[in-house]
């Protein structure tokens, strides 16, 4: 059993957290956002994770989990500190490294302070779980040096996170891999420790190749749902069908199945970021990543086409009303950062369309965005007297919708699918006229 801290109750941390005093370590997560770390102490989520409410809930009873606004606490506290900061994307695509320095320096402080009062041995090992470019590590094991008494022993290491948003805590538990950069023997015997009840391959790393690994693995997932959605736009050019190419590629195990799905492209709060900030790190080393590039602008493309596609049927979109089911950049979560749907609602409405919106989990945080929207409490209430019908989000509340009852209801039956999740040959025979993203 250990005594861990992690900084950042964002999605990464808080997850980190919980699942860590799940798996019986003693756990402090730090955020200096006082309201969250109140929120969490009520046992309000600061946002939607299945699974996640549960096991915050017993592990704060328990007291396996404590929450703080102090790093200092959380230095004292722990003996190994994970980062899980934010790192968002500045105007030129870079990571915003300022929060990662910040409490890097609290961490140094709060150990100066520690040194004044304790006489013993002090070793800490500091962690990156945040996506942070390469060098990161050597920069915070720097201004820790710089800023700590030397009588102060640390390791820094590299621990990327995979997980993926809607089935966070399943990823954080059973992951495909476990990816650790290390560049000391005792550091590496603590995360074999740690990652013991874990039954998943370790690859053990420097620093550098870690962060690395975290980058190249995103935008590499990224680049195959782009190449599967140029793929797209080609089937659509020959009335050919991406969904049956995509399933005959995906057999072949070099290929595999996995993230081959076309549709309005991908969002949320790491790929464009990842894939951004990967551009502009290659372009500070003097690697023009122009593949990269060519990823995100197919990404962008395919939001465009959900336009062109309502065009097609309606004509003039002006004064029309549009009606759009999900909003989450994908199920399972209220997540809407970098969201296909915002770009897409803010081209419609620029476009003239009057639009009616729906999604189980998401509308409250669209309404910040978009207060003057007309927001749903039903797909029924959302399509009524409309013109189009625009899936967004691959909802599983979508499938069991009572297709004949929205036939009724709209004013022309018009269905756009984003993400082909529809069963088409049934719409059809329901009277719809469909459209997918590369298939008819
Ligand atoms: C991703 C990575 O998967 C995860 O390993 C990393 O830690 C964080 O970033 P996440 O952003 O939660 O996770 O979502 P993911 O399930 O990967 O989907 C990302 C986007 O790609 C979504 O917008 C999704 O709709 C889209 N997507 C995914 C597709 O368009 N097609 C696919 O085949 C798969």
Same mark, same amino acid.
């Given at each position: 059993?250990?005594?861990?801290?992690?900084?950042?109750?964002?999605?990464?941390?808080?997850?980190?957290?919980?699942?860590?005093?799940?798996?019986?370590?003693?756990?402090?997560?730090?955020?200096?956002?006082?309201?969250?770390?109140?929120?969490?102490?009520?046992?309000?989520?600061?946002?939607?994770?299945?699974?996640?409410?549960?096991?915050?809930?017993?592990?704060?009873?328990?007291?396996?989990?404590?929450?703080?606004?102090?790093?200092?606490?959380?230095?004292?506290?722990?003996?190994?500190?994970?980062?899980?900061?934010?790192?968002?994307?500045?105007?030129?695509?870079?990571?915003?490294?300022?929060?990662?320095?910040?409490?890097?320096?609290?961490?140094?402080?709060?150990?100066?302070?520690?040194?004044?009062?304790?006489?013993?041995?002090?070793?800490?090992?500091?962690?990156?779980?945040?996506?942070?470019?390469?060098?990161?590590?050597?920069?915070?094991?720097?201004?820790?040096?710089?800023?700590?008494?030397?009588?102060?022993?640390?390791?820094?290491?590299?621990?990327?996170?995979?997980?993926?948003?809607?089935?966070?805590?399943?990823?954080?538990?059973?992951?495909?891999?476990?990816?650790?950069?290390?560049?000391?023997?005792?550091?590496?015997?603590?995360?074999?420790?740690?990652?013991?009840?874990?039954?998943?391959?370790?690859?053990?790393?420097?620093?550098?190749?870690?962060?690395?690994?975290?980058?190249?693995?995103?935008?590499?997932?990224?680049?195959?749902?782009?190449?599967?959605?140029?793929?797209?736009?080609?089937?659509?050019?020959?009335?050919?069908?991406?969904?049956?190419?995509?399933?005959?590629?995906?057999?072949?195990?070099?290929?595999?199945?996995?993230?081959?799905?076309?549709?309005?492209?991908?969002?949320?709060?790491?790929?464009?970021?990842?894939?951004?900030?990967?551009?502009?790190?290659?372009?500070?080393?003097?690697?023009?990543?122009?593949?990269?590039?060519?990823?995100?602008?197919?990404?962008?493309?395919?939001?465009?086409?959900?336009?062109?596609?309502?065009?097609?049927?309606?004509?003039?979109?002006?004064?029309?009303?549009?009606?759009?089911?999900?909003?989450?950049?994908?199920?399972? !979560?209220?997540? +809407?950062? %970098?969201?296909?749907?915002?770009?897409?609602?803010?081209? #419609?409405? /620029?476009? $003239?369309? *009057?639009? @009616?919106?729906?999604?189980?989990?998401?509308?409250?945080?669209?309404?910040?965005?978009?207060?003057?929207?007309?927001?749903?409490?039903?797909?029924?209430?959302?399509?009524?007297?409309?013109?189009?019908?625009?899936?967004?989000?691959?909802?599983?509340?979508?499938?069991?919708?009572?297709?004949?009852?929205?036939?009724?209801?709209?004013? !022309?039956?018009? +269905?756009? %699918?984003?993400?082909?999740?529809?069963?088409?040959?049934? #719409?059809? /025979?329901? $009277?719809? *006229?469909? @459209?997918?993203?590369?298939?008819?």
């Amino acid at each position: 059993m250990r005594n861990i801290g992690v900084i950042g109750a964002g999605h990464v941390g808080l997850v980190t957290a919980a699942c860590f005093a799940k798996l019986e370590h003693n756990v402090i997560c730090a955020d200096n956002d006082s309201q969250k770390i109140e929120k969490i102490k009520n046992l309000d989520m600061p946002f939607y994770e299945p699974g996640l409410e549960e096991i915050v809930k017993e592990t704060i009873r328990n007291k396996k989990l404590i929450l703080t606004t102090s790093v200092s606490e959380l230095t004292e506290k722990s003996d190994i500190i994970f980062i899980a900061v934010g790192t968002p994307s500045t105007p030129d695509g870079s990571a915003d490294l300022s929060y990662v320095e910040n409490v890097t320096i609290e961490i140094a402080r709060a150990l100066t302070e520690m040194k004044k009062i304790f006489d013993n041995k002090i070793y800490r090992l500091i962690v990156e779980k945040s996506t942070v470019p390469v060098l990161t590590g050597e920069w915070v094991k720097k201004t820790l040096e710089l800023m700590s008494p030397t009588e102060i022993e640390f390791d820094v290491a590299a621990n990327p996170e995979f997980l993926r948003e809607g089935s966070a805590i399943n990823d954080f538990l059973e992951p495909d891999r476990i990816i650790i950069g290390v560049g000391s023997e005792k550091a590496k015997r603590i995360f074999e420790e740690l990652y013991a009840p874990i039954k998943a391959p370790i690859v053990f790393t420097d620093v550098k190749s870690a962060e690395i690994i975290k980058h190249a693995s995103n935008s590499f997932l990224a680049l195959k749902i782009s190449y599967i959605n140029a793929i797209s736009q080609i089937c659509e050019k020959v009335g050919a069908d991406v969904e049956k190419v995509a399933e005959g590629m995906g057999y072949d195990k070099r290929i595999g199945k996995d993230f081959l799905k076309a549709g309005v492209g991908w969002g949320g709060s790491c790929f464009p970021k990842d894939v951004a900030a990967f551009i502009k790190m290659g372009e500070d080393i003097g690697y023009p990543f122009n593949l990269l590039k060519e990823v995100q602008k197919i990404n962008k493309e395919q939001r465009l086409l959900v336009i062109k596609k309502a065009k097609e049927l309606l004509w003039n979109l002006r004064g029309k009303e549009i009606s759009i089911l999900g909003l989450s950049f994908k199920p399972n !979560t209220d997540d +809407i950062r %970098d969201a296909p749907s915002i770009e897409i609602i803010s081209l #419609l409405l /620029k476009e $003239g369309a *009057i639009l @009616k919106c729906y999604d189980p989990k998401a509308m409250e945080n669209m309404k910040k965005i978009f207060p003057d929207i007309l927001y749903c409490q039903t797909p029924y209430e959302c399509v009524k007297n409309s013109s189009l019908l625009i899936f967004l989000t691959e909802w599983d509340e979508f499938k069991n919708i009572d297709f004949e009852k929205i036939k009724e209801i709209m004013k !022309t039956p018009y +269905i756009i %699918d984003g993400r082909n999740f529809l069963d088409r040959d049934k #719409l059809k /025979k329901t $009277g719809f *006229i469909y @459209k997918g993203i590369g298939r008819n």
